[in-house]
Every structure is written in structure tokens, then in C-alpha cells.
């Protein structure tokens, strides 16, 4: 621009600011991190799925780290019970066991303030028993609901009562299923809150 003398002002050149400060930008915590983040879980899954297609899952077939010791375990206890190793004349064998899964009620006199989480397996004699019973599982659901509803909050919490109703379930299915005989009834879950 020209003054009124004709003579020209140079330019005033804009103030360069120093934005630096001596910490990190909001942005690397903004993006940086989450990035870093998301990376690191990507690497983790990437390295479990390369590492499970050249060795196999870590876990043995019984599920857990230990597959050969719980299948030892298992082999004794079946001999113990005279029942061989999968069926036979005395006992059911592993694949003879009907499993009726979380089952959930209130004991009788909690007014609905106590829960009860329960799985029942029964071992039955033979595959043909099994098959009679699984058919029916709606059933066997209401008939363990009704009889555990029944039972009292100190009954239930009573670790030497479990024996008992162990009995008195396998005799109400018998009663229920006249051909079904049960060898052996477990809790693999018994939660009571």
C-alpha cells in the first residue's frame, strides 16, 4: 500500500508463535494411545490363531491343561464302580451321564431373596436309558425344580445334606421313568446366593 507521500510501507510479516510446550500434544493421548491399544489386542488374537494352527488348542480334550491326568482320574473311578470303561453291566460310563444345565429357583422360605444356581448330571445304566431321559428333559427340569423348592435354605446350604438329595432325586426319576435306572447323580454346579 502507498501512503499519501507515494512512498510504499513494506509489509508487516505475521508473528510466527511457538506452540511448543514442554509436554506431549492432546493428541497423542487422543489418538496415540487408543492406536497403541487396538494394536497390541490385534497382535495378541493374530499370534493366538497363528500359534493354535501349528500346535493345536492348548487346552487337552477334557478341557483343561491337564487332559491326560483327568483322564487317568477318571479311569480308576469308573474301575472303582466296577462298570469298565464306557457302559457295560455295573456302571453308565462317561457317555451314559444325562446333563440337565443351570437350573435356577428360590429355596422355600427365602421369599424370593435367595437364588439357587444348580446343574444335574445323572449316570444312567445304559445309552438306551439316556436317550428315554434326554427325550423328556422338560420333565426331569420340572421334577428337579419341584423337589429343590421344596428343601429350606438351611437344608440346601447343609453340605452333608447333598448326599441325601442326591438319593432322593435318582428315586422320584425312577418313579417318574420305571424303566430308567440311575447309577449315580452329581452337582456339578450348586450355587447358592
Known amino acids: 500500500m502507498a501512503d499519501e507521500k507515494g512512498q510504499e ?3 508487516a510479516e505475521p508473528e510466527v508463535k511457538s506452540s511448543k510446550k514442554g509436554g506431549l500434544s492432546p493428541k497423542v493421548f487422543i489418538i496415540g494411545i487408543p492406536l497403541f491399544v487396538i494394536q497390541l489386542v490385534l497382535v495378541y488374537f493374530v499370534t493366538g490363531y497363528i500359534y493354535n494352527q501349528k500346535h493345536g488348542p492348548v487346552y487337552g480334550d477334557e478341557g ?7 483322564e487317568h482320574v477318571e479311569e480308576e473311578s469308573e474301575e472303582e464302580e466296577g462298570g469298565g470303561a464306557h457302559g457295560g453291566e455295573g456302571g453308565g460310563g462317561v457317555n451314559n451321564i444325562v446333563s440337565i444345565e443351570d437350573i435356577i429357583l428360590n429355596p422355600a422360605g427365602t421369599n424370593g431373596q435367595v437364588i439357587m ?3 444335574v448330571g445323572f449316570d444312567m445304566k445304559n445309552a438306551a436309558m439316556k436317550t428315554a431321559v434326554e427325550e423328556q428333559e422338560v420333565l426331569v427340569r420340572d421334577l428337579i425344580i419341584s423337589t429343590l423348592a421344596q428343601k429350606g435354605l438351611q437344608e440346601l446350604s ?5 448326599d441325601s438329595l442326591k ?11 420305571e424303566q430308567v435306572e ?3 447323580v452329581y452337582f456339578p454346579k450348586y450355587i447358592i446366593q
Open 9 to 11: 510501507k513494506p509489509q
Open 64 to 70: 483343561n491343561a491337564h487332559g491326560t491326568a483327568t
Open 117 to 119: 444356581l444348580v446343574s
Open 158 to 162: 447343609d453340605y452333608s445334606f447333598r
Open 167 to 177: 438319593v432322593e432325586l435318582s428315586h422320584k426319576l425312577v418313579e417318574r421313568f
Open 182 to 184: 440311575v447309577n449315580h
